[in-house]
C-alpha cells in the first residue's frame, strides 16, 4: 500500500473530538436511500424494537420524575426548619413523611435502572441478530464475487468493508439507537416538567441555551480545520513508521538512519502542532459551556427565590428545577452527537451495500456435469478474452494437451501467462470461444469441481499460522498421518521437517518466517502432492533459493509430475527444456509452439529469449 492510502481517515472512526465536535463526520451519498435500507434488516425484529422503545420511556419517565418528588421531601423538611426557627409550638420535621419520599424515590429509580437493563437485553439482541445477517451476506456476497473485484481492490479495503464498517453498524444499533429515544424522551419530560414548575423560569433557560450553541459551534468550526490536520500528519506519520519498518534493513545498508529520524521528527513535530491546537480549541467547548449554564442558574435561582417569596412555587420546586435544568441540555448535546455517529453509520452501511451489489460470478449451470475419471485433455477452441470489452488481451486462442503432457508457457512479463491460467480455471470468464476438459466446456462444470482438478504450486507460498503438518493436510480433508509424510518425503521435505525441534508439530508464523523459502516450497509441493489432483499449475518457484534447495525442489516437482498433465509458468528457460510443448506467449497471443529444441532451431523469439538468459547466465558465472 502506498504511503498516501495511509493518510485517509479510517472508516469506521467514532471520535469527533470532545462532546462530539470537532472532527470531520464521513458522509453517505444516498443517506435516504442507505437509511431505508438498513431499517430493512430491522423489519423482521418489530416487536423487539418496539418492546426496546417502550421500556425505554419508562425508565427515562421514572428518573424526569424523581426531581420533583425530590422537591418535595424539600420543600418539607424546609417547612418543619422554618417553622422551629419561628418557636411555633409542637413544630417539628416530618421524618415520616421524608422517610416514605425517599422509599418512593429508591423504588422509581430502581425500577428505572431495571426497565434501562430490559431495554439494553433487547436491543444487544436485535443489534447481533440485524448484524449476523449482514455479516453473513457479506461472506456469502465475497465468495460469489469474480477474482477481478478483488484484483481492483487493495486487500485492506476490502477489510475495512467488510469488518470495520459492519462493526460501525453494530455498535451503532447497540447503543446509538436506545440513546437516541432515551435523548428525545428525556428533552420532551424535562420540558414538560420544567413548564409545570413556572413557565418564567423554563424561558430563562430556553433563552441561555442558544448562547452555549453559538459558542459551541463557533469553536467546533475552527477546530475542525486542526483535527483534518492532526488527521492528515498521523496518516503521514503511519506511512513514514511502516515504509522504515519494513525496509530497515535498506535504511540501514544505504545509511539513511539520520535521514529517517529527521524526517520523523519533522513530521512528529507537525503532528505535535495541529494535535495540540485540536485539543486545546476542543477543550474549550465545556468551559464555555459550563461557564454560560452556571450564569443560567444563577438566574434560574433569582428568578425562583422571588417566585418563593410571591408563593407562586415552592422552595423544593427550585432545587427539582435546577435538575431539571442540568438534565435540559444533556439530552440536546447526545442527539447532536448521534446524528454524526448515524450519518457515520450510514456511510459505513453504503460501503457495506456497495460489496453487496456487486456484479457477481456467472452462475453455475442449470445442470452440471461431473467428470468422474478425469485423464487430463485440456483444449482451448478459438478462445477470446479481455479485461474491459472491445480490448482483447488473448484472441482467437487454440491450444491441444493431451492426457499426461508437461506444457511450459513462457514469455515476458506481461504477455498473458497468468491470464491464461486464469481463464483454465475460471477464476475469470472468457468472451467467445470454449475451454474444454476431457471434452467438458468448463462452463458446464461448477466451478468447485473444475478447480478440483488442479493442484496448483506458485511462486508465492502461501502457508497459514498452524502446524506443518496442518499445513500439509490441508492438501486433502481427512487425510491420515502416514499420507501426510508419506507426502512429505515425496516431496523432499520429511529431513528438514524431522529437524525441527517440534518436528511436524512446529508452528508456523503468520508470515511463516520461522523456515525458508526452500523449505516453504517445498512443503506447497507435500500438500499438492497430497491432494493427488489429476492436473498440476505450476508456478516456478526457484528464483529465490540457493542451488542445493533448487536441485531439491526441482525434484520433487519432478516426482509430482509424473502421470499428470502439467502447465508450468517458466522463468527460468533452462528448467523446461524437456516439456512436452512449450507456448510462447507475446501481448496475448501463442506466437511460437513446439519443443525446445524445435523452438531453438526457428531461431526466432523464445531463442532469443534463451540465449539472452543463458549468455547472462555465463557472464554472471564468469
Do not use: C
Amino acid at each position: 500500500m502506498s504511503k498516501h492510502g495511509k493518510n485517509e481517515p479510517q472508516h469506521g472512526r467514532r471520535g469527533f473530538g470532545p462532546h462530539g465536535m470537532g472532527m470531520p463526520v464521513q458522509k453517505a451519498k444516498d443517506f435516504k436511500g442507505t437509511l431505508k435500507r438498513l431499517i430493512t434488516y430491522l423489519k423482521p425484529y418489530k416487536g423487539q424494537l418496539l418492546a426496546v422503545f417502550i421500556t425505554a420511556v419508562i425508565s427515562t419517565v421514572f428518573s424526569i420524575v424523581s426531581p420533583k418528588i425530590m422537591g418535595k421531601a424539600t420543600t418539607k423538611l424546609f417547612e418543619g426548619l422554618m417553622m422551629k426557627l419561628k418557636g411555633v409550638p409542637g413544630a417539628k420535621i416530618d421524618f415520616e413523611y421524608i422517610g416514605h419520599i425517599i422509599l418512593l424515590l429508591i423504588g422509581l429509580y430502581l425500577l428505572s435502572a431495571v426497565f434501562a437493563y430490559i431495554q439494553q437485553y433487547i436491543m444487544a439482541g436485535v443489534a447481533q441478530k440485524t448484524v449476523y445477517h449482514l455479516r453473513k451476506e457479506v461472506e456469502e456476497k465475497l465468495n460469489r464475487l469474480p477474482l477481478k473485484y478483488f484484483d481492483a481492490r487493495t486487500h485492506g479495503e476490502i477489510l475495512s468493508r467488510a469488518v470495520n464498517d459492519v462493526d460501525n453498524i453494530s455498535t451503532t444499533l447497540q447503543q446509538s439507537l436506545t440513546q437516541l429515544i432515551t435523548s428525545i424522551v428525556t428533552l420532551i419530560g424535562v420540558i414538560v416538567m420544567m413548564l409545570s414548575i413556572s413557565p418564567l423560569m423554563t424561558l430563562i433557560v430556553v433563552v441561555t441555551l442558544p448562547l452555549s450553541f453559538i459558542a459551541t459551534a463557533s469553536i467546533a468550526k475552527k477546530s475542525q480545520g486542526f483535527f483534518k490536520g492532526q488527521q492528515k500528519n498521523l496518516g503521514q506519520l503511519n506511512g513514514h513508521v511502516e515504509e522504515m519498518y519494513t525496509g530497515h534493513k535498506i535504511i540501514k545498508v544505504f545509511g539513511r538512519e539520520r535521514n529517517s529520524v529527521e524526517e520523523f521528527e519533522k513530521i512528529n513535530e507537525q503532528l505535535y502542532r495541529s494535535g495540540w491546537k485540536a485539543q486545546f480549541v476542543s477543550g474549550m467547548i465545556m468551559p464555555i459551556m459550563s461557564f454560560i449554564n452556571n450564569i443560567g442558574y444563577v438566574l434560574v435561582s433569582v428568578a425562583g427565590g422571588i417566585l418563593v417569596t410571591k408563593k407562586a412555587i415552592e422552595i423544593g420546586d427550585i432545587q427539582a428545577f435546577i435538575q431539571y435544568a442540568k438534565q435540559f441540555s444533556q439530552p440536546i448535546t447526545q442527539t447532536a452527537q448521534i446524528t454524526n455517529i448515524i450519518q457515520s453509520t450510514i456511510a459505513s452501511a453504503e460501503r457495506v451495500f456497495e460489496i453487496l451489489d456487486e456484479e457477481e460470478e456467472i452462475p453455475e449451470a442449470a445442470s452440471p456435469q461431473v467428470m468422474n475419471k478425469p485423464k487430463g485433455e485440456v483444449e482451448f477452441e478459438h478462445v477470446s478474452f479481455g479485461y474491459k470489452k472491445d480490448d482483447y488481451l488473448i484472441e482467437d486462442m487454440n491450444i491441444s494437451v493431451k492426457p499426461g503432457q508437461k506444457i511450459a508457457i513462457v514469455g515476458p512479463t506481461g504477455a498473458g501467462k497468468t491470464t491464461l491460467i486464469n481463464l483454465l480455471m475460471r477464476f475469470y470468464e472468457i468472451n467467445s470461444g470454449r475451454i474444454l476438459i476431457d471434452g467438458i466446456d468448463t462452463r458446464e462444470m461448477k466451478r468447485a469441481d473444475l478447480r478440483g482438478l488442479f493442484g496448483m504450486v506458485l511462486q508465492d507460498t502461501w502457508l497459514f499460522n498452524s502446524t506443518i503438518r496442518d499445513n500439509i493436510a490441508y492438501g486433502r480433508e481427512g487425510a491420515t498421518e502416514g499420507e501426510i509424510e508419506a507426502a512429505a518425503q515425496a516431496a523432499n521435505a520429511d529431513h528438514f521437517i524431522r529437524t525441527l525441534p517440534e518436528g511436524y508439530d512446529t508452528v508456523l508464523n503468520e508470515e511463516a518466517s520461522n523456515i525458508s523459502q526452500g523449505q516453504k516450497q517445498l512443503l506447497t509441493i507435500a500438500r499438492a502432492i497430497l491432494a493427488n489432483p489429476p492436473m498440476l499449475i505450476l508456478d516456478e518457484a526457484t528464483s529465490s533459493v540457493d542451488t542445493r534447495t533448487e536441485v531439491q525442489i526441482q525434484k520433487a516437482m519432478d516426482h509430482l509430475m509424473e502421470g499428470r498433465t502439467s502447465f508450468i509458468i517458466a522463468h527460468r528457460l533452462s528448467t523446461i527444456r524437456d516439456a512436452d510443448l512449450i507456448l510462447v506467449m507475446n501481448h496475448g497471443k501463442i506466437i511460437e509452439k513446439g519443443s525446445h529444441d524445435e523452438l531453438l532451431e526457428h531461431g526466432r523469439f523464445y531463442a532469443d529469449l534463451y540465449n539472452s538468459q543463458f549468455t547472462s547466465g555465463m557472464k554472471n558465472v564468469g
